[in-house]
């Protein structure tokens, strides 16, 4: 079909009906298929059980059958369990021939107590904090007499006596 005409909706509606129809058809033969298949193995691999006979010795078949069927199981599981094995090893020489990328080291501030606890764990009792353990100090201020306050005129003639006694010498 050209680009300028389109398809009337009849007409898609008829294509559509019909792949569905077509599919339809499909999967019942792909059901039938898969029955005849799941049937022929049966078959073929577990055959009806003959029941003539005596019972215990149905019974004892029926254990030699299962013990059998174990036994593929746990060399399967085995077979599985060694190519994971192999596999895991594989791994592990591949990237210690590919070598570790080491990332980019990320600047962090962190403190001695933080560095210590997380290398040491949660049974770090050690403390860094090193202004902690200082003592404390207190400062002394001195308190100037209340004379010193006094009158500032009083001051200025003590100064001027002195100043007089080293002029005197």
Known sequence: MS?????????RHQLKSLMLQIATKWLEEEKKSIAAAK??????????????GDLT????QLHAAIDKIDEARYDAEAKVQKADKEIEDLKLK????????????????MSADAMLKALLGSKHTVN???RANL???????????????????????????????????
């Open 57 to 60: 010795e149905i019974c004892k």
């Open 39 to 52: 049937e022929a193995y049966l078959a073929e691999n577990c055959p009806p059980p003959d029941l003539s």
């Open 128 to 130: 860094m904090d090193l």
């Open 3 to 11: 680009e300028g005409k389109k398809m009337t909706s009849s007409r």
């Open 135 to 169: 003592k404390q100090v207190k400062k002394e201020t001195k308190e100037e007499p209340a004379e010193a306050v006094g009158d500032w005129r009083k001051n200025i003639e003590d100064k001027a006596d002195r100043k007089k006694m080293f002029e005197s010498s």
């Open 94 to 109: 591949v990237v210690d021939l590919a070598g570790v990328k080491k990332p980019a080291l990320k600047k962090v501030r």
